[in-house]
T-cell receptor
Framework: ETGVTQTPRHLVMGMTNKKSLKCEQHLGHNAMYWYKQSAKKPLELMFVYSLEERVENNSVPSRFSPECPNSSHLFLHLHTLQPEDSALYLC?????????????FGPGTRLTVT | GESVGLHLPTLSVQEGDNSIINCAYSNSASDYFIWYKQESGKGPQFIIDIRSNMDKRQGQRVTVLLNKTVKHLSLQIAATQPGDSAVYFCAENKVQGAQKLVFGQGTRLTINP
């Protein structure tokens, strides 16, 4: 266990649905991240939060909306997704976002858009 | 969690042999490098890291070598075990002073009994 949990582990949704992914870290870290891992590309950074403030949006479409209510929780709200958004969505955390520090990953949510 | 659609480089080794996984990185200014291991159905797991001011770092059964001249990173696993079967990713931190990891495509390591 890495101290980062994600729910749900699997999600199937239609293109018109709205769903949310949840991430929680129990490591006392100040930075949290969303990554996308798809079958055709390497791991891609989506969003970075530092002390609950978004510091990075890596050109992600607006149908993905992150939320960080506190330093331990991170959400990814999904709406009007496309089939190409099917992927493994990984959450990670690190001590901070401004230096050299390792990131700890959760197990991911396997998302299938039908 | 493996990138099954990608044409991943693969490495097959005999159990008990040493494994060497290679990675080329792109930015000569990258200041930090990490190796992750990802088993099927799991998220990436930290193995070892190295800063750009070092050439070598050793962990338990693993060694990372950094050659900045040719922008090459390698992971050596000693006495490979069946539990080492996984996809291995290198990542570089491209932005000094910020935490912005860029991951490689990964190498699939298979252990033959």
């Amino acid at each position: 266990e890495t101290g980062v949990t994600q729910t749900p582990r699997h999600l199937v949704m239609g293109m018109t649905n709205k769903k949310s992914l949840k991430c929680e870290q129990h490591l006392g870290h100040n930075a949290m991240y969303w990554y996308k891992q798809s079958a055709k590309k390497p791991l891609e950074l989506m969003f970075v939060y530092s002390l609950e403030e978004r510091v990075e949006n890596n050109s992600v479409p607006s149908r993905f909306s992150p939320e960080c209510p506190n330093s331990s929780h991170l959400f990814l709200h999904l709406h009007t997704l496309q089939p190409e958004d099917s992927a493994l969505y990984l959450c990670a955390s690190s001590h901070d976002a401004g230096g050299i520090t390792r990131q700890y990953f959760g197990p991911g949510t396997r998302l299938t858009v039908t | 969690g493996e990138s099954v659609g990608l044409h991943l480089p693969t490495l097959s080794v005999q159990e008990g042999d040493n494994s060497i996984i290679n990675c080329a990185y792109s930015n000569s200014a990258s200041d930090y490098f990490i190796w992750y291991k990802q088993e099927s159905g799991k998220g990436p797991q930290f193995i070892i890291d190295i800063r750009s001011n070092m050439d070598k770092r050793q962990g338990q059964r693993v060694t990372v070598l950094l050659n900045k001249t040719v922008k090459h990173l390698s992971l050596q696993i000693a006495a490979t075990q069946p539990g080492d079967s996984a996809v291995y990713f290198c990542a570089e931190n491209k932005v000094q002073g910020a935490q912005k990891l860029v991951f490689g495509q990964g190498t699939r390591l298979t252990i033959n009994p």
